[in-house]
């Protein structure tokens, strides 16, 4: 295998003629370079230089060799460059994957002390949910999934594994009631979910629902959904448009101005973990870090 350092010694021996001025010039002794140019040779597997005196001639494979090393040495010094700016947070990249809500509210305050801080570091933003987006993260296709799991979920699948993963809580996320404001518990403080066993619903995918579909039997009732969207201005128009009631997360009410609705407390409390998800060798990289540590502030609200 050849070394860069002993490129480095060929290319000078080439231009000085000689052990002893190469040495000076790189500031080692003449039988450091003697040795480090039998190294080459031994590594190569054929003469470099012929040796005249005290004077030295290049082979052809000496030539062929120093030709190349001039591409090769520059290459090393700026793959050096790069990486010793990645690693002072000169540069870098993030690929952050994020569910919607989280998207309107969590990233941007984040990116944005990201960039002031580190004008260098440069992150793309895709939306998913979870599961897709923990599955993105472990195919290699983000480097940082923000992503959500309910609290009191039972059942098969009901949370995710994340033991492999390094997990960055967040926030816990309440989820509050959502009603037309011509609703008659319009003006409550707080309702118990039983209380709206008599409305129809508004929930979203299956997934989504499941958390609300099992309190609501806890209640002792099956909600009747009767519009179902993942879609959170979607579902505050739909209440405001008095067809029914709904459960949303606060960061999803955060973006969305409920026209028509009002917000009410739900008994039991209803809530949902917010976390960054990302692999082990990755929270190592410093650029993955910092946002890493820019989420969690934005999350201190």
Known sequence: MIEARHLRVLRAVAATGSFSAAGRELGCTQPAVSQQMKALEASVGTP??????????????????????????A??????????????????????????????????????????????????????????????????????????????????????????????????????????????????????????????????CPRCRRQLVEVCRGAGFEPRIDFATDDYPAVVGLVGAGLGVAVLPELAIESVRPKGARMVAVEPPLRREIVALTLPDLAQVPAVAATLDRLARAAQR
């Open 75 to 204: 290459g090393l010094t700026a793959a050096e460059e790069e990486v010793a700016a990645i690693a002072g947070l000169r540069a870098g990249r993030v690929r952050l994957v994020s569910f919607p809500s989280g998207s309107s509210t969590l990233v941007p305050t984040a990116l944005a002390a990201l960039r002031a801080a580190h004008p260098g570091t440069r992150v793309s933003l895709e939306e998913a949910e979870p599961p897709r987006s923990v599955e993105m993260l472990r195919d290699g296709d983000c480097d940082i999934a923000l992503a959500f799991r309910y609290e009191g979920v039972t059942g098969v699948d009901a949370v995710e594994e994340w033991d492999d993963l390094v997990v960055r809580p967040l926030l816990l996320d309440r989820l509050v009631g959502l009603v037309p404001e011509s609703h008659p518990l319009a003006g409550s403080g707080s309702v118990a979910i039983g209380e709206l066993a008599g409305d129809p619903w508004i929930a979203g």
């Open 48 to 73: 470099l230089l012929i040796r005249t005196g005290r004077e030295m001639r290049l082979t052809q494979a000496g030539d062929a060799l120093v030709r190349h090393a001039a591409g090769i040495i």
